[in-house]
T-cell receptor, first 116, second 112 residues
C-alpha cells in the first residue's frame, strides 16, 4: 500500500470554528509532513514529524496545531483561522533516513480549505 | 522558504515533442527531486538525483544536475497529453527527515 489518505477532501469553515485535518499512511514511514499550497504557488513546508515527535516547525502561527498520535496518523488542528489561510493542505510521508535510499516523499491528495 | 526557481514558468508544446524544464537553487544540496502535480491534487515523485550524480534516466524522463551552477533540468521525451501538469523541483539540504523546499514550478500543457 503506497497511499497517503487525507480527510476531508474539502472543508469550509468560519473564522471562529475549530476543525481538524487528518492524514494516514500504512507504509511504515516514520517521517510525516504538512505542507500548505496557495493557488498557482509551490507547496511550503509547515511541520515535520520524525518518530512521532515534532522536529521542524517552520514558524507557523499557533492557530495551526499539529499532532501525531501514532506512527500512521497525522492531524492538523485548526482554530481561529483567517481567510488568507485558505489553501490546499498536503500531507506527505517518507522513510526517515537517507541510508534507506528511499527518501522520496509520498503525498496525499490534499484537503482544500476555505475560510469564510 | 523557496529555493528552486523553475524556468519556464509555463510551457505549451505539441504532443510528441520533447519538453525541457530547468531549475536553479541557491544553497548546497544533498539531493534534488522532481515532482508532478495534476490540477490541484497531490504531488507524485518522479525522479531523484543525488548531489554526486550528473545525469539520471527513468523511462521518458532524463534529469541532469550541475552542482557548480546549482541547476538541474528535466527532459520529458515524446510528450503525451497525460503529461499535462505542473512540475516542481525540490531540494533536501540535510539528512534524515528534512522537509522539501520547492521551486516555483513549470506548468506544462501538451496540445493533442
Amino acid at each position: 500500500d503506497t497511499e497517503v489518505t487525507q480527510t476531508p477532501k474539502h472543508l469550509v469553515m468560519g473564522m471562529t470554528n475549530k476543525k481538524s485535518l487528518k492524514c494516514e499512511q500504512h507504509m511504515g514511514h516514520r517521517a510525516m509532513y504538512w505542507y500548505k499550497q496557495k493557488a498557482k504557488k509551490p507547496p511550503e513546508l509547515m511541520f515535520v514529524y520524525s518518530y512521532e515527535k515534532l522536529s521542524i516547525n517552520e514558524s507557523v502561527p499557533s492557530r495551526f496545531s499539529p499532532e501525531c498520535p501514532n506512527s500512521s496518523l497525522l492531524n492538523l488542528h485548526l482554530h481561529a483561522l483567517q481567510p488568507e489561510d485558505s489553501a490546499l493542505y498536503l500531507c506527505a510521508s517518507s522513510h526517515q533516513f537517507m541510508t534507506s535510499g528511499r527518501i522520496e516523499q509520498y503525498f496525499g491528495p490534499g484537503t482544500r480549505l476555505t475560510v469564510t | 522558504s523557496q529555493q528552486g526557481e523553475e524556468d519556464p514558468q509555463a510551457l505549451s508544446i505539441q504532443e510528441g515533442e520533447n519538453a525541457t524544464m530547468n531549475c536553479s537553487y541557491k544553497t548546497s544540496i544533498n539531493n534534488l527531486q522532481w515532482y508532478r502535480q495534476n490540477s490541484g491534487r497531490g504531488l507524485v515523485h518522479l525522479i531523484l538525483i543525488r548531489s554526486n550524480e550528473r545525469e539520471k534516466h527513468s523511462g521518458r524522463l532524463r534529469v541532469t544536475l550541475d552542482t557548480s551552477k546549482k541547476s538541474s533540468s528535466l527532459l520529458i521525451t515524446a510528450s503525451r497529453a497525460a503529461d499535462t501538469a505542473s512540475y516542481f523541483c525540490a531540494t533536501v539540504d540535510g539528512g534524515g527527515a528534512d522537509g522539501l523546499t520547492f521551486g516555483k514550478g513549470t506548468h506544462l500543457i501538451i496540445q493533442p
